[in-house]
């Protein structure tokens, strides 16, 4: 299947500032991408340029194939959601919805069945009378939704569309955002920095850091095999210690900050292009044994409990290496057993387990 948006090369400066480096980027048909990343690292702008509102500094956009990088927003033929819905207040939800279809001198039949349709899908139905104050967030923001479909876009931008949404509502409007985005089988380029709703959302996430985009992956990928620390620790829970490798092989051999002993790696873990980079490892990974496992397959560390909280499922327990790491790991409460403060125990895991990566 042929990309239906293209980010060939992409930059953009603001005077000497790169807010936007070399993005190359390309989204599938019907295909859910979610951007995400910190505040302030692109993720907007690279929207903006995809949409026509920011123009690039040097590279080429296209969408189904058609180059549009100098072509104005509504050539583009994009529909956008922001997080404050930008409804007209004097309009009401059936007026809003239309707006679209009227700018582009659609028939008045053809609007009023293409409304309607809309609507339904949204269940917006028994609203098509009120205004916008008369709606709750959630509500204004499936107006919003609809309004950004409504006229077939061959591409749909949302911008953090669930922020101004309380939690609860934010998971349920998130929900119904993938169904809806599913039904209509929209091409979606979405941007958050909140790492649930891009996990729950997107068919890939796209990392981004200071304009960079770090990596583009299905959400399991991102989380299990991140390509450097940034992504690590931006994603999920990890440990992520500066280490040296000493050996390369079927296995590597690390010397880790903080833990002692060598750490072995499967090699298809260890992706650092350098001698020294980072030791990552999700907290999940990790057994507690009250003996040392009697292989030299297994990687063995001698820890103290520090603290453990009882969160109901799971116990967190932080213990302390003898040589210094605080490490952090979730263990099944029913098999927790005895975790005192103080208690000697042995943090295990296999060389499949951790990842050598470039630190960033
Ligand atoms: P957030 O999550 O906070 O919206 P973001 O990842 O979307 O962040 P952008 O809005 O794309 O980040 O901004 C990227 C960088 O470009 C920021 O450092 C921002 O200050 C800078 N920037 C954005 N617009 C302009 C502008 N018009 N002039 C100068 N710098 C700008």
Request: with cysteine; aromatic share 6%.
């Amino acid at each position: 299947m042929t990309d239906q948006v293209v980010f060939a090369g992409i930059c953009k400066r603001y005077g000497t500032f790169s807010a936007v480096r070399d993005l190359n980027l390309g989204i599938k048909e019907g295909e859910f991408l979610t951007l995400l990343g910190p505040s302030g690292s692109g993720k907007t702008t690279t929207l903006r340029m995809l949409a026509g509102l920011e123009a690039a500094t040097s590279g080429d956009i296209l969408l189904a194939g058609r180059r549009v990088t100098d072509e104005v927003p509504e050539k583009r033929n994009i529909g956008l959601v922001f997080q404050n819905y930008a409804l007209f207040p004097h309009m009401t939800v059936g007026q809003n919805v239309a707006f679209p279809l009227q700018m582009r001198r659609r028939k008045r039949p053809d609007i009023a069945r293409e409304v309607d349709r809309v609507l339904e899908m949204t269940q917006l139905g028994p609203y098509k009378d009120r205004y916008p104050r008369q709606l709750s967030g959630g509500q204004q923001q499936r107006v919003a939704l609809a309004r950004a479909f409504v006229f077939d876009p061959s591409v749909l931008l949302m911008d953090e569309p669930l922020g101004a949404l309380d939690r609860n509502l934010r998971d349920h409007m998130r929900l119904e955002l993938k169904s809806l985005q599913e039904r209509i089988g929209a091409t979606v380029m979405y941007v958050t920095h909140d790492q649930d709703e891009a996990l729950a959302l997107s068919d890939r996430i796209g990392v981004m850091h200071q304009g960079v985009l770090q990596q583009t992956a299905p959400p399991g990928e991102i989380y299990e095999r991140p390509v450097n620390s940034f992504v690590a620790k931006f994603l999920g829970q990890s440990v992520c210690l500066p280490a040296k490798r000493l050996e390369r092989g079927k296995r590597s051999v690390l010397s880790v900050e903080g833990l002692d002993g060598r750490i072995l790696v499967d090699a298809e873990n260890d992706t650092c292009p350098d001698a020294t980079g980072d030791f990552m490892i999700r907290p999940e990974r990790f057994t507690l044994a009250a003996e040392r496992p009697d292989t030299a397959d297994v990687n063995a560390i001698r820890c103290k409990v520090e603290t453990a909280v009882y969160l109901g499922a799971q116990v967190e327990v932080h213990l302390r290496a003898g040589a210094g790491a605080q490490v952090q790991v979730a263990v099944p409460a029913a098999n927790a057993g005895d975790l005192a403060a103080g208690s000697g125990h042995w943090l295990t895991f296999r060389p499949s387990d951790g990842l050598y990566l470039r630190g960033v």
